[in-house]
């Protein structure tokens, strides 16, 4: 079971970028997640949906990003508006078979992460 993100690019500040993860292999998750680290910062938590569509944000990008499954449930994505050059980090996408919310331990399948840069 993989993850693949992609959709990591370099944007303005105030501008809009759309990461998306799909798995490969599995289809059974309970909950997937949008993470982020930035060089020499720990992993924080962006945001998590589960399997009937319920959503959690960090506050530092409520209002700002939106996370959403495609309609088969599989492929997540995550609409980034509103960048600021603070939300520069890698960007790497999480699933678990039974938890959710907004804590790494709770996640036991990783992807190996996009780049977004956001410049001022």
């Known amino acids: 079971f993989q993850l693949q993100e992609s959709g990591g690019d370099s944007a303005q500040t105030g501008g809009s970028l759309r990461l998306s993860c799909a798995p490969n292999g599995y289809y059974g998750v309970f909950c997937m997640a949008w993470f982020r680290q930035a060089p020499g910062m720990e992993r924080e938590a962006v945001a998590s949906?589960?399997?009937?569509?319920?959503?959690t944000y960090a506050d530092s990008v409520k209002g700002r990003f939106t996370i959403s499954k495609d309609s088969a449930g599989h492929t997540m994505f995550l609409q980034m508006d509103s960048l600021k050059p603070e939300d520069t980090a890698m960007y790497y996408c999480a699933a678990d078979q039974s938890r959710c919310g907004l804590r790494a331990w709770a996640y036991e399948y990783w992807g190996q992460g996009t780049q977004v840069t956001v410049s001022s």
């Open positions: 949906i589960d399997t009937v569509g319920t959503t």
